[in-house]
Each structure stands twice: as structure tokens, then as C-alpha cells.
């Protein structure tokens, strides 16, 4: 399966669970990972309870996670540099 189906179906499938009352944003952070010789980068998604432009760690307010919050992108479909 190529990575683009691969996302679609784990964000699909994160974005179907219920989602709790207090959730006000989702966010999806893109991070290098140490690893694997065959994967540079992974993306992880969480639900906030709070937003804000102004504070760069409005993201670490997390209240909820999906089943699988982690995708592994294979090096074939990124890079070795950010």
C-alpha cells in the first residue's frame, strides 16, 4: 500500500472514533524519528482541550488520542532531511 492510501486510512480511521466533548482542536505533529534506518519521520495526532495562536504549546494540552496515534512514514515517501 502506498503511504498517501496509508494516511488517509489512519486519519480516517482516527478521525471516525468518537470524539469527547472537550476536544477544541486536533493536532497533527511531524517529528524525526531515531529508530529505524527506514524511517525518518513520524506523525502523531492528538486532540487539545485549548487553542491558542499566541502559545506555541497550546498543543500540549492533550485530552484525547486515537486507537493508533502514531504513523511511521517510510523513507520511500519522504526524505532524510527535513
Known sequence: MDFQTQFREWLT????AEIPE???AFHLNLYHYNGNQD???????V????FDAADEDWACDEV??????ILYIPVEAS???W
Open 22 to 24: 472537550n476536544v477544541v
Open 13 to 16: 480511521t482516527a478521525m471516525s
Open 39 to 45: 524511517i525518518y519521520f513520524g506523525i502523531d495526532l
Open 47 to 50: 486532540g487539545t482541550g485549548s
Open 79 to 81: 526524505s532524510t532531511d
Open 64 to 69: 484525547c488520542t486515537p486507537e493508533e496515534r
